[in-house]
């Protein structure tokens, strides 16, 4: 599985942005998709999440009501989601990863993007 993200880049408080992930290789039966953020010295958080076979959508409360994530399609060997970010705060400021996670038979596996900054300033 690969996963490849695009998007991001530099927005003023109260802009949007928006990232693309796309992971070639995968299947229908993905366990979830979605968006980590990090800022150096933190941990990675969960931004935002997709529940495979579902239309269930889980996010931090940072972001509820500011950001959206949507599933553009699951045809084939390719999985793609958006996440639109609306009303940035400079706390955005991080960089942003993808994360696809399945099942190797009864492991669960994670694959990651290599990150995309976003960068909130006046």
């Known amino acids: 599985v690969q996963v490849v993200e695009s998007g991001g880049g530099l927005a003023r408080p109260g802009g949007s942005l928006r990232l693309s992930c796309a992971a070639s290789?995968?299947?229908?039966?993905?366990?979830?998709m979605g968006w980590y953020r990090q800022v150096p010295g933190k941990e990675r958080e969960l931004v935002a999440n997709t529940i495979s076979t579902t239309s269930y959508a889980n996010y931090a409360d940072s972001v509820k009501d500011r950001f959206t994530i949507s599933t553009i399609s699951r045809d084939g060997a390719t999985s793609m989601v958006n996440l639109q970010m609306n009303s940035l705060k400079v706390d955005d400021t991080a960089v942003y990863y993808c994360?696809?996670?399945?099942?190797?038979?009864?492991?669960?596996?994670?694959?990651w993007g290599q990150g995309t900054q976003v960068t909130v300033t006046v």
């Open positions: 290789g995968s299947s229908n039966s993905f366990a979830s």
């Open positions: 994360n696809y996670r399945t099942y190797i038979g009864t492991t669960l596996m994670d694959y």
